[in-house]
């Protein structure tokens, strides 16, 4: 049974930093490509960062490009989002998803398992 378990939102002041971490298990993790999604109140489900797992290639949206990081440790089954320079709208719930499929993913759809989410709330 696969399980993505997502860690380390919290609230944190504009200008400030988070790192996001999301423990998986049940599956291959070197053979998933694994994203990270955001849901803000009212808004639908976005795409933030994924790493592909093959070619090791990363993909982001432009709201986060230049502030955030993905990085993933296929010895740990880890995948994790340095966030840095956050502001207002980076608020919401984080979501770790994983998927067999090969490339820089960045559909939900594509994604065949994902977590319960971690909440971020930045303050001004």
């Known amino acids: 049974q696969v399980q993505l378990v997502e860690s380390g939102g919290g609230l944190v002041q504009a200008g400030g930093s988070l790192r996001l971490s999301c423990a998986a298990s049940g599956l291959t993790f070197s053979r998933y490509t694994m994203g990270w999604f955001r849901q803000a109140p009212g808004k639908e489900h976005e795409f933030v960062a994924v790493f592909s797992w093959s070619g090791s290639s990363t993909r982001y949206a432009d709201s986060v490009k230049g502030r955030f990081t993905i990085s993933r440790d296929n010895a740990k089954n880890t995948v994790d989002l340095q966030m840095n320079s956050l502001k207002q709208e980076d608020t919401a719930v984080y979501f770790c998803?994983?998927?067999?499929?090969?490339?820089?993913?960045?559909?939900?759809?594509?994604?065949?398992?994902w977590g319960q989410g971690t909440q971020v709330t930045v303050s001004s």
């Open positions: 998803e994983a998927s067999p499929r090969q490339g820089l993913l960045a559909l939900r759809e594509s994604y065949n398992y």
